[in-house]
């Protein structure tokens, strides 16, 4: 029987490799990653073959070294040559020691690199790789890998169903494989199948399918290295080799997972629940309950529902449907794969930002300032039409430098729009959504580096944001994305964190400049008012003296001229009435007495003491009550 084992062992091995070498030339042929990936799998199969039918051998060979030296035992009695160590007396089982203790933990290694390896390497170069599988070549690869999976299920079929009758431990490895891979010949014809009836991915799809699988069969085989490491050895137990995949077994015998689920409900309930009626019929009609789930699953796949707010693009085998945008509501479609669906909010007003990240604790922030960090900001160059001079240190103090004419600003910009055509939006471009903030933000870098920096952070927003809006919605137009662009917002506009405190400075140095200069302005006004008002006040008056001296002037050569008249009419009244107006003049002020006769003898008596003055014998004094 051992030996029985070890050509099917071998019969399994020339099977794989005969598999493994059609299908890689045919892989390459039809250019299919699913065949290629495939390929890996069978590629693992032969080496795990090979290494079960290579221990098989080993047990073989020490089987039959025992037997003989039974044999010459029996016949010779007991002599010193059969006294010997067991390590001279079988080499065989020595090698076969050495082989299981070495070579089969150093293989599982091997395995386990060459898996890990191989998922991750497949899955970079599946990303990257543009594998198109010709039309033409696809039907007669498609027989080609249907024939090998039949080829491995049946070979693969007999080894397993002879392993567990017979209980060989080394032939299920190879088995396993020989069904894993009918089974994944069989997943990439059905690839190959969707690609023939135009649903171009499915190769691509299969391909990621098996990659993620090879990974799953790396993790399983660090898992066996791990245990076995902490495993304990007890003589003459019998351990189950380290390459034997369970994965693999499990996926090659899927009705296995079955009786061991039977075992473990009969061990659990403490009876053969295994045995009853319905466990029986769940056993027996186990596959027409799960084909009925899969077609009503498939089923569900027939009516699709659009929400209020919301358009939908029908695909067919990956390409659209003539006029195939579905509005809100509930509609029909073939089932899935066949039909697809992709929903898009048509009428919901949609935001980005453009120039910062928003994160929760700046949004929720009372205040927010411009020396303070409060999102992850972008910097965008801006013009500066102000020419400054900067005056170098380190140089001499005739040594000044111009101030480069552009300058850094930090701006926020939410933009907001609305998708108008559904299916521009899906179909003209592969990333709709960042393309347009990718335009958004290129439009924004091109204006701003021609405008004012005081410009836009001043009175110029509207009229930024409104032409902001005008050529982001006509970049948007040149690449047809089907975009409506309702609103531009300049808000939070203000110099990089780390020069906004010295922004502000200067800010501020300028306004104290123009205060100062607009506070000298009041003052010259107000002096030069008062200056002129001054001066008109002096001339006023000097002009009001100059015409009251010169009228004066006039009067007194007047009146001497009409004195000479009077003067020569009648001399002595005219020096009479001379004398008494300059004597009126100068006594006008002086106490006078006046005599009215001069022939009597008065006494006249003059009190020269002060009297008291008019005014105060005029006093109104009021009494108290």
């Known amino acids: 029987m051992e030996r029985n084992a070890a050509k099917n062992g071998l019969v399994n091995l020339v099977a794989l490799v005969a598999v493994f070498v059609a299908a890689l030339g045919v892989t390459y042929y039809v250019n299919s990653l699913a065949g290629q990936v495939a390929s890996v799998f069978l590629g693992l199969g032969v080496l795990v073959a090979f290494v079960s039918w290579f221990q098989m051998r080993l047990e073989e060979n020490g089987r039959l070294e025992k037997l003989e030296l039974d044999e010459l035992a029996k016949s010779k009695g007991g002599s010193t040559l059969f006294e010997a160590k067991d390590n001279e007396v079988f080499p065989a089982a020595r090698a076969r020691e050495q082989f299981e203790k070495y070579f089969v933990p150093g293989f599982g290694v091997l395995l386990l690199l060459l898996e890990a390896g191989g998922a991750w390497l497949l899955w970079r170069w599946i990303s990257q790789a543009a594998g198109v599988i010709a039309p033409d070549r696809a039907l007669p690869v498609l027989s080609l890998f249907a024939i090998f999976a039949l080829l491995l299920f049946l070979f693969g079929r007999f080894s397993v169903t002879m392993a567990r009758l017979e209980n060989h431990r080394l032939l299920r490895p190879g088995a396993s494989f020989l069904l894993l891979g009918a089974y994944i010949c069989f997943i990439t014809a059905l690839g190959i199948a969707g690609v023939k009836v135009e649903f171009p991915k499915a190769d691509l799809y299969v391909a990621k399918g098996f990659c993620v699988l090879l990974g799953l069969m790396a993790v399983e085989i660090l898992i066996a290295l791990l245990l076995e490491i902490y495993r304990p050895r007890v003589k003459g137990k019998i351990s189950r080799p380290i390459y034997d995949s369970r994965l693999a077994g499990l996926l090659g015998q899927p009705e296995s997972l079955f009786t061991t689920a039977a075992q473990t409900i009969d061990y659990q309930f403490g009876f053969n629940v295994s045995e009853t009626w319905f466990f029986q019929l769940l056993k027996r009609n186990l596959l ?338």
Not at 402 to 420: C, D, E, M, N, R
Not at 527 to 549: C, H, K, S, V, W
Not at 578 to 584: C, E, R
Not at 597 to 612: A, C, G, K, P, R
């Open 288 to 625: 027409v309950l799960l084909l009925a789930q899969f077609a009503v699953l498939i089923l569900s796949t027939c009516v699709v529902f659009v929400d209020a707010g919301e358009q939908a693009v029908l695909e067919r085998f990956g390409k659209p449907v003539a006029g195939g945008v579905l509005t809100p509501g509930a509609h029909f479609k073939l089932p899935w794969p066949a039909d697809k669906a992709y929903q898009f909010r048509t009428e919901q007003i949609q935001t980005f930002d453009v120039g910062y990240t928003p994160d929760a604790q700046s949004e929720n922030a009372n205040t927010i300032l411009w020396s303070v960090g409060h999102a992850k900001e972008d910097n965008f160059l801006v013009a500066n039409r102000e020419s400054a001079t900067i005056q170098d240190e380190n140089a001499d103090a005739n040594d000044t430098l111009k101030a480069p004419p552009v300058s850094l600003i930090t701006v926020s910009i939410p933009v907001q729009f609305q998708i108008g055509d559904v299916r521009a939006w899906a179909y003209n471009n592969a990333d709709p959504t960042n393309l347009l903030q990718d335009l958004a933000t290129r439009a924004v870098v091109h204006y701003l580096a021609g405008v004012d920096l005081n410009s836009v952070m001043s009175q110029g927003r509207l009229e930024a944001a409104q032409t902001l809006r005008d050529q982001i919605q006509a970049a948007a137009d040149t690449r047809q994305l089907g975009v409506k662009i309702l609103f531009v917002g300049l808000q939070d506009i203000h110099p990089p964190v780390k020069v906004a405190a010295d922004y502000e400075k200067v800010v501020g140095a300028e306004q104290t400049k123009l205060a100062m200069i607009l506070g000298a302005r009041a003052d010259a006004i107000r002096t030069n008012a008062l200056a002129g008002a001054l001066a008109f006040t002096t001339t006023n008056i000097a002009e009001a003296a100059r015409q009251r001296l010169e009228v004066s002037a006039l009067a007194r050569a007047a009146l001497f001229t009409n004195q000479i008249p009077a003067f020569a009419a009648a001399p002595s009244v005219y020096r009479q009435r001379a004398y008494f107006q300059t004597f009126a003049a100068a006594t006008a002020n002086a106490r006078k007495y006046i005599l009215l006769v001069t022939n009597t003898d008065d006494v006249v008596i003059f009190n020269l003491e002060d009297s008291i003055r008019q005014d105060l014998l005029n006093l109104n004094v009021n009494e108290k009550p």
